[in-house]
């Protein structure tokens, strides 16, 4: 979803399953890209294996979604890890 600078509130995006075999998310998000950085809402349980050249981005940096249990793989034959990694308060 690309909302570029629209701010988007009470957002649920949950339970998706994403392969992306053609997309280096050095350049935006592979669920979520914008330039708001006053967003709600929660982006959770999603799955997602794609192609990282540079850095596994899954939502913008700064765009204020919280973020759950959201699995990446950017290589072949692995599992998926906790996307952004699991932080602490």
């Known amino acids: 979803m690309a909302h570029a600078a ?3 509130t009470n957002l649920e995006m949950g339970f998706n399953q994403i392969f ?6 050095a350049t935006g998000g592979f669920l979520i890209t914008t330039t708001s950085t006053t967003n ?8 997602i294996n794609g192609l ?3 850095a596994a981005i899954l939502v913008t940096a ?3 979604y919280g973020m759950m249990n959201n699995l990446y793989d ?4 692995s599992s998926g890890f906790v996307l952004p990694a ?3 308060n």
């Open 6 to 8: 629209l701010v988007v």
């Open 20 to 25: 992306s075999g053609n997309t280096d998310s």
């Open 40 to 47: 709600t809402g929660m982006v959770h349980d999603n799955y």
């Open 52 to 54: 990282d050249v540079a």
């Open 62 to 64: 700064g765009s204020k």
């Open 74 to 77: 950017g290589d072949a034959d």
């Open 86 to 88: 699991i932080g602490v």
